[in-house]
């Protein structure tokens, strides 16, 4: 018999172990290696039973032992250290509280969050980045409030049959069983949220809370009894369901979430947000129901978008299309129409934000709604999460800024880093803190790193090394278990890998774009490499596909027989169930991580910074974070076949050079022993990767990016457009209204150029003087700028730089003459031109209502040559 309904009983500690219990519920003991510590010595074969799982141990201890170390002397006074330790870290002022115009808190939605193994609500990368954003934003007290959705299957396990095919298990969540609480109102009840549903329905939910650190993480659960079947199941699993599910998800999460987010600050006291920050389109209806709340305020929908869009953040996540969020627009049109309509929000203003460019506008004409469209268009400030991945948005999204170039585009970018004390391997942590110290939280003195010994660095990569062999063999010999193997059989796992042999590490989400088998472009060629008698390498391989993508599923397939071969199978495995715990043993025992994405698909992919603060290096296509901080010493660059359209002809090249790097410079240079010892080459670009890498990839890095880029200025924003009870965002609304209206009459009339004569030479300044009718709009609403710079064979101008032209004399028929001085700063070919684009000092870019006047003929273009 199954049971119908499953719970966790807690035990009932002895007083003297209360503040085991407060360590317990706060998860910053995934991240503070004393505390693990203490957790292993209340019972440490159970510790290592339950996986290191600090709830199920206490579920797990007996109540002998508990009353045993209640009167062990020396444990209560570590006890006590450890929860002193906590409270100070809870309290003492840190980064954050240095900055003047720091907003009182933000508010951080993300669709899944990857903290701890023992919480799994995380698939991928985006829900390791958010998790190591808000353990960033603690250890700095960056006043964070974040918000997901608690799903009580997780994603799923993963385990592969006789055959090598992937197989998910969906194990049921208890939330008693995990590090969270209710949320609970004055009267002890639990808190709640509602959101009505289309035909008379209501989506229900409870509010948990993990306690990350400093940061507040509230998870909505929608397994209540209030609801109907179909509604409880909503929180089901991460990223499983139809269309319909995942819409109600996504509903729950953006407007669900803001409701909670109220709530949590009315029980608790807690400041409410000045900013709300979009962790990709998924929590998109957050902004929808701000402008609810606001309208019934008495601001009008226009109004209420700009007080909504000053305050927003939205970071974009994907780099392909494919990877976004979009729903048909009936759907929408049915959640936010009809009896479900929102009194104060038409529903044809929703539709109109989420329709993608050159689509209709409104009504039941939008095909579709897009998410990250809508999230775009309620947000003053977006930013993509590496240098590369901010041009491919400014390119996927140009379409919303119709005219502009794709320089001009408001999509900034932010590179991703990685929380140190949580994937960098504790004697790493250890050799940096006797020789460096506080070296892995600070962003200067990493060049005191070439201090660090040789034999030390290496000492301790021979120890990660063959911590990663051990447990892949135990991982090995229960995968070949599951898939039917006797354990007769199984003798040759205990020589599977070596623990002294070169060790490549690749493990990714596996869409096609990741490319998990370009290593198998030619199997002669790998196995050569794998069964070198003198340069020997070996590969430890995990991943998972999508549950209902099929192809990623044959793509694992395909690695997986080949890795049965009884000729290879010591030099290459694959470990299924990729999780936290397996990313960091593999990122901490790699030699080389291995990344070959299709360029430019990959938007950051940030395991090969956890590698690096390890002491790996970086084997990789040119794609990501990658691409922005190669420097030809710290790793190696697979070259790009750019330009070649066959995919198969692609993969042929790249595949190529990736065995050629392996062979003739990786696999040599760990293999160079030139005194018999260490290989010392190998451990000088070990060194100069973490000198000049160590900085940069941290999330501590990233948060302070965040806050002084993005969080205070959308801060100062939302506090200057609320002033007055929002009457700068109703001034605001007003002027974009009446400038949109009247901008078709404005217009660049005429050029001139002077002051160059026949032969312009560098050094030079040309005096530019452009006629521009305003129509009914004044100097004050309009910026006039001479674009200038480098020309294309099609006298188009890359990468222009702008000067700001002056309004000399306006007249009475509504045109201006505006003067300036263009500097002729570089040689070569050279053009200018003149455009006019509105200008408001609440504008946060030129290019934010999408509107411009250019010259509908060059006029006056000078394509002359400088000397």
Same mark, same amino acid.
């Given at each position: 018999?199954?049971?119908?309904?499953?719970?966790?009983?807690?035990?009932?500690?002895?007083?003297?172990?209360?503040?085991?219990?407060?360590?317990?519920?706060?998860?910053?003991?995934?991240?503070?290696?004393?505390?693990?510590?203490?957790?292993?010595?209340?019972?440490?074969?159970?510790?290592?039973?339950?996986?290191?799982?600090?709830?199920?141990?206490?579920?797990?201890?007996?109540?002998?032992?508990?009353?045993?170390?209640?009167?062990?002397?020396?444990?209560?006074?570590?006890?006590?250290?450890?929860?002193?330790?906590?409270?100070?870290?809870?309290?003492?002022?840190?980064?954050?509280?240095?900055?003047?115009?720091?907003?009182?808190?933000?508010?951080?939605?993300?669709?899944?969050?990857?903290?701890?193994?023992?919480?799994?609500?995380?698939?991928?990368?985006?829900?390791?980045?958010?998790?190591?954003?808000?353990?960033?934003?603690?250890?700095?007290?960056?006043?964070?409030?974040?918000?997901?959705?608690?799903?009580?299957?997780?994603?799923?396990?993963?385990?592969?049959?006789?055959?090598?095919?992937?197989?998910?298990?969906?194990?049921?969540?208890?939330?008693?069983?995990?590090?969270?609480?209710?949320?609970?109102?004055?009267?002890?009840?639990?808190?709640?949220?509602?959101?009505?549903?289309?035909?008379?329905?209501?989506?229900?939910?409870?509010?948990?809370?993990?306690?990350?650190?400093?940061?507040?993480?509230?998870?909505?659960?929608?397994?209540?009894?209030?609801?109907?079947?179909?509604?409880?199941?909503?929180?089901?699993?991460?990223?499983?369901?139809?269309?319909?599910?995942?819409?109600?998800?996504?509903?729950?999460?953006?407007?669900?979430?803001?409701?909670?987010?109220?709530?949590?600050?009315?029980?608790?006291?807690?400041?409410?947000?000045?900013?709300?920050?979009?962790?990709?389109?998924?929590?998109?209806?957050?902004?929808?129901?701000?402008?609810?709340?606001?309208?019934?305020?008495?601001?009008?929908?226009?109004?209420?978008?700009?007080?909504?869009?000053?305050?927003?953040?939205?970071?974009?996540?994907?780099?392909?299309?494919?990877?976004?969020?979009?729903?048909?627009?009936?759907?929408?049109?049915?959640?936010?129409?009809?009896?479900?309509?929102?009194?104060?929000?038409?529903?044809?203003?929703?539709?109109?934000?989420?329709?993608?460019?050159?689509?209709?506008?409104?009504?039941?004409?939008?095909?579709?709604?897009?998410?990250?469209?809508?999230?775009?268009?309620?947000?003053?400030?977006?930013?993509?999460?590496?240098?590369?991945?901010?041009?491919?948005?400014?390119?996927?999204?140009?379409?919303?800024?119709?005219?502009?170039?794709?320089?001009?585009?408001?999509?900034?970018?932010?590179?991703?880093?990685?929380?140190?004390?949580?994937?960098?391997?504790?004697?790493?942590?250890?050799?940096?803190?006797?020789?460096?110290?506080?070296?892995?939280?600070?962003?200067?003195?990493?060049?005191?790193?070439?201090?660090?010994?040789?034999?030390?660095?290496?000492?301790?990569?021979?120890?990660?090394?063959?911590?990663?062999?051990?447990?892949?063999?135990?991982?090995?010999?229960?995968?070949?278990?599951?898939?039917?193997?006797?354990?007769?059989?199984?003798?040759?796992?205990?020589?599977?890998?070596?623990?002294?042999?070169?060790?490549?590490?690749?493990?990714?989400?596996?869409?096609?774009?990741?490319?998990?088998?370009?290593?198998?472009?030619?199997?002669?060629?790998?196995?050569?490499?794998?069964?070198?008698?003198?340069?020997?390498?070996?590969?430890?391989?995990?991943?998972?596909?999508?549950?209902?993508?099929?192809?990623?599923?044959?793509?694992?397939?395909?690695?997986?027989? #080949?890795? %049965?071969?009884? =000729?290879?199978? *010591?030099?290459?495995?694959? !470990?299924?169930?990729?999780?936290?715990? @397996?990313?960091? +043993?593999?990122?901490?025992?790699?030699?080389?991580?291995?990344?070959?994405?299709?360029?430019?698909?990959?938007?950051?992919?940030?395991?090969?910074?956890?590698?690096?603060?390890?002491?790996?290096?970086?084997?990789?296509?040119?794609?990501?974070?990658?691409?922005?901080?190669?420097?030809?010493?710290?790793?190696?660059?697979?070259?790009?076949?750019?330009?070649?359209?066959?995919?198969?002809?692609?993969?042929?090249?790249?595949?190529?050079?990736?065995?050629?790097?392996?062979?003739?410079?990786?696999?040599?240079? #760990?293999? %160079?022993?030139? =005194?018999?010892? *260490?290989?010392?080459?190998? !451990?000088?670009?070990?060194?100069?990767? @973490?000198?000049? +890498?160590?900085?940069?990839?941290?999330?501590?890095?990233?948060?302070?990016?965040?806050?002084?880029?993005?969080?205070?200025?959308?801060?100062?924003?939302?506090?200057?457009?609320?002033?007055?009870?929002?009457?700068?965002?109703?001034?605001?609304?007003?002027?974009?209204?009446?400038?949109?209206?009247?901008?078709?009459?404005?217009?660049?009339?005429?050029?001139?150029?002077?002051?160059?004569?026949?032969?312009?030479?560098?050094?030079?300044?040309?005096?530019?003087?452009?006629?521009?009718?305003?129509?009914?709009?004044?100097?004050?609403?309009?910026?006039?700028?001479?674009?200038?710079?480098?020309?294309?064979?099609?006298?188009?101008?890359?990468?222009?730089?702008?000067?700001?032209?002056?309004?000399?004399?306006?007249?009475?028929?509504?045109?201006?003459?505006?003067?300036?001085?263009?500097?002729?700063?570089?040689?070569?070919?050279?053009?200018?031109?003149?455009?006019?684009?509105?200008?408001?000092?609440?504008?946060?870019?030129?290019?934010?209502?999408?509107?411009?006047?250019?010259?509908?003929?060059?006029?006056?273009?000078?394509?002359?040559?400088?000397?």
């Amino acid at each position: 018999m199954r049971a119908i309904r499953r719970f966790t009983v807690r035990t009932v500690l002895p007083v003297e172990l209360a503040p085991l219990g407060e360590l317990v519920q706060n998860l910053r003991w995934s991240w503070h290696p004393e505390t693990m510590d203490l957790f292993a010595e209340v019972d440490p074969d159970t510790w290592q039973r339950v996986g290191h799982d600090p709830v199920a141990l206490l579920g797990a201890v007996e109540a002998d032992r508990l009353a045993e170390l209640a009167r062990d002397r020396r444990f209560l006074r570590r006890l006590a250290d450890a929860a002193d330790d906590l409270r100070e870290y809870m309290t003492a002022p840190r980064w954050y509280q240095t900055l003047p115009e720091a907003p009182a808190a933000i508010g951080y939605f993300s669709p899944e969050y990857g903290i701890a193994a023992a919480l799994p609500q995380y698939s991928g990368g985006l829900g390791i980045l958010a998790g190591d954003h808000l353990k960033a934003a603690s250890d700095l007290a960056v006043p964070i409030l974040a918000v997901g959705l608690l799903y009580r299957h997780g994603y799923f396990s993963q385990s592969l049959s006789a055959e090598g095919w992937q197989q998910e298990h969906y194990p049921s969540l208890d939330p008693g069983g995990l590090p969270l609480s209710h949320l609970k109102e004055e009267d002890g009840t639990p808190a709640r949220v509602a959101i009505p549903l289309p035909g008379g329905r209501t989506l229900h939910a409870q509010i948990w809370v993990a306690q990350v650190g400093r940061v507040p993480l509230l998870l909505l659960d929608s397994d209540v009894a209030e609801n109907d079947n179909a509604a409880r199941d909503v929180t089901d699993r991460l990223y499983g369901g139809g269309t319909d599910h995942r819409l109600m998800q996504e509903l729950l999460l953006g407007i669900g979430g803001v409701r909670a987010l109220r709530a949590y600050c009315r029980i608790t006291g807690h400041p409410e947000p000045e900013v709300f920050h979009t962790n990709e389109g998924h929590a998109g209806f957050l902004g929808l129901e701000r402008i609810r709340e606001l309208t019934e305020h008495r601001l009008s929908f226009d109004e209420a978008i700009e007080a909504v869009r000053a305050g927003t953040v939205f970071t974009t996540h994907t780099p392909v299309p494919a990877g976004i969020d979009r729903f048909p627009a009936e759907m929408i049109e049915r959640q936010f129409g009809g009896e479900n309509a929102w009194p104060t929000v038409p529903v044809e203003r929703i539709l109109a934000l989420g329709a993608e460019p050159g689509s209709p506008e409104a009504g039941s004409g939008a095909a579709v709604f897009n998410m990250a469209v809508m999230g775009m268009r309620l947000a003053q400030r977006v930013n993509g999460v590496s240098e590369l991945h901010g041009e491919v948005s400014r390119g996927m999204f140009q379409g919303l800024w119709p005219g502009f170039d794709l320089d001009d585009v408001p999509i900034g970018s932010i590179t991703n880093g990685v929380h140190a004390p949580t994937w960098v391997a504790r004697e790493v942590m250890e050799l940096a803190g006797q020789e460096l110290p506080t070296l892995i939280e600070r962003a200067q003195g990493w060049e005191s790193v070439q201090k660090l010994s040789d034999e030390d660095i290496w000492s301790i990569r021979g120890k990660l090394r063959g911590r990663l062999v051990d447990a892949a063999r135990d991982r090995l010999r229960a995968s070949w278990r599951a898939r039917g193997a006797s354990t007769a059989e199984l003798g040759w796992i205990d020589e599977a890998l070596d623990p002294d042999a070169l060790t490549i590490g690749f493990a990714r989400r596996v869409p096609s774009y990741k490319r998990l088998t370009l290593m198998l472009k030619d199997p002669a060629r790998l196995k050569e490499l794998l069964l070198d008698p003198d340069k020997p390498v070996q590969i430890v391989i995990a991943g998972k596909a999508h549950p209902a993508d099929e192809g990623g599923k044959r793509l694992i397939q395909q690695i997986v027989k #080949f890795a %049965d071969g009884e =000729d290879v199978r *010591h030099r290459i495995v694959f !470990l299924p169930d990729y999780d936290m715990n @397996l990313g960091q +043993l593999l990122v901490q025992g790699c030699d080389v991580w291995m990344n070959n994405p299709l360029r430019p698909l990959e938007a950051c992919g940030t395991s090969g910074m956890k590698a690096a603060l390890n002491g790996g290096l970086n084997l990789s296509i040119r794609d990501g974070w990658w691409d922005e901080w190669y420097d030809g010493n710290n790793g190696w660059a697979v070259p790009t076949a750019d330009g070649v359209e066959d995919p198969d002809r692609r993969d042929d090249i790249e595949a190529a050079a990736l065995y050629d790097l392996i062979e003739r410079e990786v696999a040599d240079r #760990f293999y %160079d022993r030139a =005194d018999g010892t *260490h290989p010392r080459r190998w !451990l000088d670009m070990v060194k100069h990767t @973490l000198s000049s +890498l160590g900085p940069k990839v941290l999330a501590g890095r990233m948060l302070r990016d965040y806050v002084v880029d993005l969080y205070t200025p959308a801060a100062g924003s939302a506090r200057e457009l609320s002033k007055d009870d929002h009457g700068r965002a109703r001034e605001f609304a007003a002027w974009k209204l009446r400038l949109t209206r009247a901008w078709p009459g404005v217009r660049v009339e005429h050029i001139e150029a002077s002051g160059i004569g026949d032969t312009p030479e560098l050094g030079a300044a040309m005096e530019i003087r452009a006629t521009v009718a305003l129509g009914e709009l004044s100097p004050e609403d309009v910026s006039v700028q001479a674009a200038y710079g480098k020309v294309g064979v099609h006298d188009e101008l890359i990468g222009p730089s702008y000067v700001l032209l002056s309004a000399d004399t306006t007249g009475d028929d509504g045109k201006a003459a505006y003067t300036g001085v263009v500097p002729l700063d570089r040689t070569g070919a050279f053009g200018y031109t003149v455009r006019a684009v509105p200008d408001h000092p609440l504008m946060s870019s030129p290019a934010e209502l999408g509107l411009i006047a250019v010259p509908e003929e060059p006029a006056g273009m000078t394509n002359g040559t400088l000397r």
